[in-house]
């Protein structure tokens, strides 16, 4: 008998789940204050209008402005549309276009085929917790916080034609920024040396999230080290791939500050955002023309980030 007020006691106290309820998260929002709900709306609306206003719209703009035949001088009101002749005329009477996209091109090749490799044998390297590998992690890091016009400055002090290290080693006395057969080579070595520490971060993350089981499942099977890494842990590691793809692509077409620090994007270093700005900004002032070449721009860079935003919604769901 004296245990009956215990067990009443207990059977009054509700059990810890009936205190949660399907709406309780909605009921959590409502009993928000109003100080709450304003910081939570700004919070999301500020950087809604901020890329709306900087990025979405200018961008609709240069679509738009692409149909035109604006100079950048007079009022709106002036504008002719023109449709797609400036996209004609890039393509078939603008000398430069060719170069530019062959040089893009280039740089792509070099990127993807030399520096990213180059990025994912460091990251293996460090990966495996050598003596010195922060050191080694931080100096190789180094130039991704430095902006490629800076780094244009840097390797000026290599390239340079009297006082270079380049030629003092070498004994010659090469233009490396100036000989329009050599100085696209010279840029992409320099931006090269940004890309590869770029890489090599992104890849050293990936393999510090590969389950350790992989390996020893496929050493286990007698997989070289090298077949494992090829075969398992490289497919494994798909969404960095496809990140490391992306990167690279928009690398090589906004290759802008470097090229133009050298010489303006002329003489055997043309490339397509150097001729959307000479256009732009430049002395010509065709904005109509330059916002074509930007678009054309825009669109190759659309295809590579959707196809990055779908792999990763995939790996969400």
Known sequence: MSDLPLIQADRAVPPPAATTTPGGRGRRLRHLSRTDRVVITLMVLVPL???????????????????????????LSDIDFVGGRNYHDVVTIYPPFVPAVQHNLLWLAVLFLVATPFGMFLAVLLDKELRGSRFYQTALYLPVVLSLALIGFVWQ???????????ALLG??????????????????ASGWRHVGYIMLLYLAGLKGVD???????????????????RVVLPVM???NIIVLVVTVIESLRAFDLVWVVNKGRN??????????QNVVGEASRIGFGSALATIMLVVSLVF?????????????
């Open 157 to 167: 002090l290599i390239y340079s034609r009297d006082q270079g290290l380049l030629n």
């Open 212 to 230: 350790p089981s992989l390996r020893e499942a496929a050493a286990v099977d007698g997989a070289s080290e090298a077949k494992s890494f090829f």
């Open 49 to 75: 209008l901020l890329v709306t206003a900087l990025v979405w719209l200018p961008a609709l703009a240069t679509v738009l402005l692409s149909t035109t035949d604006w100079d950048g001088i007079g009022p």
């Open 268 to 277: 055997g270093l043309e490339l397509l955002s150097a001729l959307v700005t």
């Open 238 to 240: 798909r969404p960095i």
């Open 172 to 189: 010659g006395d090469t233009d490396w920024y100036g000989d329009p057969g050599v100085n696209i080579w010279a840029v992409m070595v």
């Open 305 to 317: 980030i959707t196809i990055y935003l779908a792999t990763v919604m995939r790996e969400d769901r």
